[in-house]
């Protein structure tokens, strides 16, 4: 009869739904980062990468902390460090006009994460806000006439009290995993994605005169960061996700 009562209770268990668990994580990562102005979504010539405006490849890092509510809903806040920018090049006839725009900004992203995991593997999409403080920044021009590249001053500081905004917000959007790779279940590997679309304006007023139609274009920022790194968890263990057998469960 005992038996019988310990079986049926174990059953129960697995039939309803367990209680929420909250498991909290904090770590590092690291990886590259794209930049890129934008022009919006309405002027395709300057919204493309390849065309006027281009990608300025550098670094990404940070720390986040990450919770999990439970095995669908979370929060991700991290502290991070872009080191992207943004390329102008602009052509006309045989000679060629090229800006280059490297900056240093500190970014705070807050999103919320809706994801699925099992012991080992978690996936999650996720979705949310930044803040960004650009600290430093670099700027060169390149001129080109009739193929013979101008003599020119290599990379001055950005003005950032009279041209640029050192403030940036917007949204986030991204996906990821985390891998858990000890016995406890405890330490992860992470890999996440992320874009960011500015809403602030990059100049502080007027557009520079070496876009197209200056007086036509809003110019925001946007970037793409790829990030690895490694996450330990407290609170709620993951090898609660593995499925139990009532087997599993008499044995215990």
Sequence with gaps: MRKLVAILLLLATITLPTQAKIQAGIGIKVGPGFGRWNNGAFNAKLATAGGTLGYQTGAHAGIQARIWFNKFIG????????????TVTRVMGLN???QTHKEGQVSIPLTAMVGWGNERLRFF?????YFGYNVFGQDKQVITLNGSAQPNDG???????NVYNALDAGVRLGAGIQVYVDKKLK??????????????????NEVPAYFPSPEKVKITPSRLTIGVGYIYTFGKSQAEEKPKRATDLITD
């Design 75 to 86: 929060l991700n806040l991290a502290g991070e460090f872009n080191y992207t920018g943004s």
């Design 96 to 98: 060629t006009f090229k």
């Design 125 to 129: 999409g996720n979705f949310g806000g």
């Design 155 to 161: 990379f001055v500081k950005s003005d950032y009290k």
């Design 187 to 204: 330490s992860c590997v992470t890999f996440d994605i992320n874009y960011d679309y500015g809403f602030l304006k990059t100049f502080k």
